[in-house]
């Protein structure tokens, strides 16, 4: 972390700012601290490989403050919660290099059912809508006249959809779990600005510190939902804008359902912030159809009753509900490759793609992808050249444009 972070870091409890240490733990270069503790009036927080951790579970850990000091690599390990057999697989992931991928990664940290879900991120429909609007919205700079955070960001994928639009502005990944920051920072998003912090408890930012606060696939698992969302609108000041993407409507069924609310509730958190609650399908909609994103329904609760997922915006900015233009299928700053979802069988002329979902509760909870990703196609070796090489022309940028092949960053696949 660099240390003028200290200007809008808060403690989530006492709201007291933070002092560096000067003892044993601290490592530094420069600005660049990459290991120290960080001390307020009630308590002192690690900051651990470069990422300050804001929890309450490290608040005065004297015995993890002592590790970091004697050993700092030991002290990642704990703070990434890894035992004794995964630290060796990730020892081996460290020595790879820039050989080690994202997938790989995964694999480590988590190994069940979730791992599918971050994996396969950049073709699943709910990023497509998330990257949509805030590539939207954001098209409108007062969006960026402060810094963004994605809130409860996990890996980072939509965080490096936001660094592409953010014009230069900081843009800020806020994640409970600590080895989900130190991936996105690695490989997914490296530009960010990575806080381990309780969305559960008050977020340890100082008032008016963002100009846009983003959430997505995740308000609905958030118990404190009425304090998660005094602290967007908090943090966010008189003139920020807050984006919450994909929350499940509690009138319908839902998968993974956490704890969902009614469209009139979700709205309610932002009362006085003049939110709106938008359905997810248009939105997905637009995307796949390729045509403009209409941000400017205000619809009744009895509208949004039959809609499964919802999508929300607050603002006090005049101006910002109105139809956008189609933003783009994709960002391109990283490498292009054929979407994970496809076995690709190779040939003397080309390859036969075929779409494999990695499990039946995966297709059927993402089935909406069947309606972009052909089941079965064909490509030439040409095709197949001009993609890996960046080159997007022709059928190509026709395969980029139907998220066959994903821009991802370099070292996921």
Same mark, same amino acid.
């Given at each position: ?36 503790? *960080? ?17 309450? #579970? ?10 970091? !000091? ?11 919660? *890894? ?25 480590? @940290? ?21 990257? =949509?609007?805030?590539? =939207? ?13 994605? &809130? ?25 779990? @600590?080895?989900?920051? %130190? ?5 997914? =998003? ?15 930012? +100082? ?6 606060? @983003? ?9 404190? +939902?009425?304090?998660? #969302? ?16 994909? /929350? ?13 609310? !009614? ?6 958190? @932002?009362?006085?912030?003049? =939110?709106?609650?938008? +359905? ?6 637009? /995307?796949?159809?390729?045509? !403009? ?42 490498? %292009?490759?054929?979407?994970? &979802? ?12 075929? &779409? ?10 993402? +089935?909406?992808?069947?309606?972009? *990703? ?14 890996? #090489? ?5 059928? !190509? ?17």
């Amino acid at each position: 972390m660099r240390l003028n972070l200290l200007e809008i870091l808060e403690c989530p409890y006492c709201g007291g700012s933070f002092a560096l240490d000067e003892g044993a733990s601290l490592r530094r270069s420069g600005d660049e601290i990459t290991t120290g503790v *960080l001390r307020c009036q009630c308590a002192s927080y690690p900051v651990v490989d470069g990422i300050p951790v804001l929890m309450a #579970a490290y608040s005065g850990d004297a015995a993890f403050q002592q590790l970091l !000091a004697d050993d700092p690599d030991q002290a990642l390990f704990t703070a990434l919660e *890894l035992d004794e057999e995964r630290q060796a697989a990730f020892k081996q992931f460290l020595a790879q290099g820039d050989a080690g991928t994202y997938r790989n990664c995964i694999e480590i @940290f988590s190994p069940g059912n979730e791992g599918p879900y971050f994996v396969h991120r950049f073709a699943n429909p709910t990023y497509l809508v998330g990257q =949509a609007i805030f590539r =939207a919205i954001g098209s409108d700079q007062r969006c960026f006249t402060r810094r963004a955070i994605d &809130l409860a960001g996990g890996s980072g994928h939509l965080t490096r959809a936001l660094c592409e639009i953010a014009g230069g502005a900081e843009v800020f990944l806020a994640e409970t779990n @600590f080895w989900k920051l %130190w991936i996105a920072r690695r490989i997914i =998003a490296p530009e960010c600005i990575p806080v381990c912090c309780d969305a559960e408890a008050p977020l340890p930012f +100082k008032r008016g510190s963002f100009s846009l606060a @983003f959430c997505s696939d995740a308000f609905h698992y958030i118990w404190s +939902k009425r304090q998660f #969302a005094c602290e967007m609108m908090r943090m966010a000041g008189d003139d920020g804008v807050i984006v919450i993407n994909h /929350v499940h409507n509690a009138l319908l069924e839902n998968y993974s359902v956490g704890l969902p609310l !009614a469209p009139q509730w979700w709205r309610n958190l @932002f009362s006085g912030y003049g =939110a709106r609650v938008f +359905k997810e399908s248009e939105a997905l909609d637009s /995307v796949i159809e390729r045509r !403009a994103i209409d941000l400017s329904p205000d619809y009744s609760d009895e509208e949004l009753a039959d809609e499964q997922a919802l999508f929300l915006i607050a603002t006090r900015l005049e101006g910002m509900f109105r139809k956008y233009e189609y933003p783009g299928a994709q960002f391109d700053s990283g490498v %292009w490759r054929i979407n994970p &979802l496809y076995e690709v069988e190779r040939s003397g002329d080309g390859a036969v793609l075929r &779409l494999a979902f990695p499990s039946p509760s995966y297709e059927d909870e993402y +089935k909406a992808c069947k309606r972009y *990703l052909p089941e079965r196609l064909e490509l030439t070796n040409e095709t197949i050249g001009n993609l890996e #090489a960046g080159e997007l022309s022709g059928e !190509a940028s026709e395969l980029a444009a139907r998220y066959i092949a994903l821009n991802v960053p370099k070292g996921y696949l």
